[in-house]
C-alpha cells in the first residue's frame, strides 16, 4: 500500500514563496510519475505538473509554467513543488499523487496525499 505525505503549505503574500514536499512509502517508484494538483474552493482539481521518477522529466500547466518547479529526491523517495511568483490565483489545496504515466490526467494517477493548504494574500 503506498502512503504519501505532504508537508509545506501555508500562508504567504503575492510574489513570495514556497516549497511542498510529498514523502511516500510502500513502493518502488522508479517506474512512475510523481505530481501535483491542487483545487480551490468550489473549482474542480486542477493539474499543477508532474515528474517521471525515472529520468526526470517534467510536465506543467501553462498556469504556472516558469513559476513552479517538480524536483525529486530518489533516495528519500521525497519529491517537491518550488513555487515562486506566487499570486492570489494560486490559492488551494495542493495534492501530491503518484501515476502511470506522465499526463495532466489525474485518472491516471492511483494514489493520493491528503493535501496541504496553500493561501496566498494580495
Known amino acids: 500500500q503506498v502512503q504519501m505525505v505532504e508537508s509545506g503549505g501555508g500562508w504567504v503574500q503575492a510574489g513570495g514563496s514556497l516549497r511542498l514536499s510529498c514523502q511516500a512509502s510502500?513502493?518502488?517508484?522508479?517506474?512512475?510519475?510523481m505530481g501535483w494538483f491542487r483545487q480551490a474552493p468550489g473549482k474542480e482539481r486542477e493539474f499543477v505538473g508532474a515528474?517521471?521518477?525515472?529520468?526526470?522529466?517534467?510536465l506543467y500547466s501553462d498556469s504556472v509554467k516558469g513559476r513552479f518547479t517538480i524536483s525529486r529526491d530518489n533516495a528519500k523517495n521525497t519529491w517537491f513543488l518550488q513555487m515562486n511568483s506566487l499570486k492570489p490565483d494560486d490559492t488551494a489545496d495542493y495534492y501530491c499523487?503518484?501515476?502511470?504515466?506522465?499526463?495532466?490526467?489525474?485518472?491516471?494517477?492511483?494514489?493520493w496525499g491528503q493535501g496541504t493548504q496553500v493561501t496566498v494574500s494580495s
Open positions: 499523487a503518484a501515476g502511470l504515466r506522465l499526463s495532466s490526467n489525474p485518472a491516471y494517477f492511483f494514489s
Open positions: 515528474i517521471m521518477w525515472s529520468g526526470g522529466s517534467t
Open positions: 510502500g513502493r518502488t517508484f522508479s517506474k512512475y510519475a
